[in-house]
């Protein structure tokens, strides 16, 4: 039976991994994400499943639609309204497909009749999940390095079924319009550097896909004991988080990962190990990084801080509260729309500080509570798996600073994934009890 277990586990993991990245493929995932999460929820409506960050994320869902429609109404801003309606999307699809998953889940272990508790049997299923998409990130990578060597090719991107809509004035469109396995660098004046994408439309919203990926796989490794596969995942993770480019992700998941090696270093030799595997990975970048320090990407961090001004400027000349429901573009000297680039001052644009404040409870406060939870407890599940709920927290919340939460549906089903687990594996044990 365990044998047999294990291999309908091993099926459905690969399944998931392929159905997103085909729906990636196709640029339908803001639509296939949704009814995804749909049928799962309803599927399984009778599996009984409650979380703390449920209620903020719905009001904040229903803020944006309330701030939307005054917009709308007030401004006549009909186009600008349309991004905040996909965000709107994004947020609903991505937690409705967080919950089915997780219900599915459990009524698998009821199903089968697991004596465990749940949340161990929680914690091998999503672990050998997020390792498999880690594997199959790992895949792209070779393929990518293979065409980039082959071919010289700064770009590797394949056209989706809304490639009608690549010249497109709606940003969010004309992401749709291509699915990218890289594209080139624009922070290396000496030569051309691929920038690797996963299961995203940009680098930088693939790396965080990638770091909660290996940080959940690396939970059930080190929980399990798998002190290898442990440190063969750290160490994929971070090839695969460096890749991307990304200055935001690779600086938070390796110093944050420091200091979760840290707090688990009782193993001597792990900790050897992947101090190891860190340097051998920057020794290797070392011409990459003397480049990069060099250059900097100083546009690009103006461009950021531009953002951030015009954005509380824009905040305290409109609705404080209600904020004015769409991100304005009327800037030509901005590159993109005003509450870009940050969450909080993305929600602080469009929905004010009604909609900051349940995105900073259900994002940031309570996923924290839930990591105090954890690190304090006396349970032996709590207390081991808790070092990588901290610095998987630590991350979501440090990368959300620079980036949105609510741009990417697969990158904010990944993110809400993470922590509604966080919120299950943080519980007192959890039985199953067969049908």
Not at 285 to 299: E, G
Request: net charge positive.
């Amino acid at each position: 039976m365990p044998e047999v277990q294990r291999a309908s586990s091993s099926s459905d993991t690969r399944n998931w991994v392929l159905f997103a990245f085909i729906a990636l493929l196709l640029g339908l995932e803001i639509l296939v994400v949704p009814l995804a999460g749909l049928y799962l929820s309803w599927t399984y409506r009778s599996v009984p499943y409650r979380s703390s960050l449920l209620l903020p994320i719905a009001a904040l869902v229903l803020a944006l639609a309330a701030a939307t429609v005054i917009g709308v109404v007030r401004d006549g801003a009909y186009d600008r309204a349309l991004s905040s309606i996909y965000s709107i999307g994004i947020l609903v699809g991505g937690t409705l497909l967080a919950i089915g998953t997780i219900k599915h889940l459990y009524r698998q272990a009821q199903n089968r009749h697991d004596p465990r508790d749940f949340r161990e049997v929680f914690l091998e299923q999503i672990g050998m999940l997020s390792h498999r998409l880690l594997l199959f990130c790992l895949l792209l990578f070779g393929v990518g390095i293979l065409a980039f060597a082959l071919t010289g090719s700064e770009v590797l991107s394949f056209p989706t079924l809304l490639s009608g809509f690549a010249d497109s004035d709606t940003e969010m469109l004309r992401y749709l319009a291509s699915t990218r396995i890289y594209r080139p660098d624009w922070g290396f004046g000496s030569f051309a550097a691929p920038r690797f994408i996963y299961f995203a439309r940009w680098d930088t919203a693939g790396a965080i896909i990638v770091s909660l990926a290996g940080n959940l796989a690396a939970a059930y490794f080190w929980a399990d004991g798998r002190k290898r596969d442990f440190v063969l995942t750290e160490a994929v993770t971070i090839l695969l988080i460096v890749s991307t480019l990304s200055r935001t992700v690779i600086g938070i998941h390796i110093g944050v990962s420091v200091l979760t090696y840290l707090w688990i270093s009782r193993n001597r030799m792990v900790l050897g190990s992947l101090l190891l595997v860190f340097a051998s990975i920057l020794a290797g970048l070392l011409p990459l990084l003397v480049d990069f320090a060099s250059s900097f990407r100083q546009y690009s961090t103006n461009d950021r801080f531009d953002l951030y001004g015009a954005a509380l400027s824009q905040f305290i000349a409109g609705d404080p509260f209600l904020g004015l429901g769409y991100k304005p573009k009327d800037d030509p000297s901005l590159q993109y729309a005003v509450g870009s680039h940050s969450m909080p001052l993305s929600f602080l644009t469009r929905g004010g500080l009604l909609a900051l404040t349940f995105a900073i409870l259900a994002f940031w406060i309570l996923p924290v509570a839930r990591g105090v939870r954890s690190v304090l407890s006396h349970d032996p599940f709590k207390r081991k798996t808790a070092p990588f709920w901290v610095r998987g927290i630590a991350v979501v919340g440090a990368w959300s600073l620079f980036q949105e939460i609510d741009t990417s549906i697969l990158t904010y089903t990944a993110i809400i994934m993470f922590l509604l687990s966080v919120d299950l594996l943080s519980r007192r044990p959890i039985a199953i009890h067969p049908r």
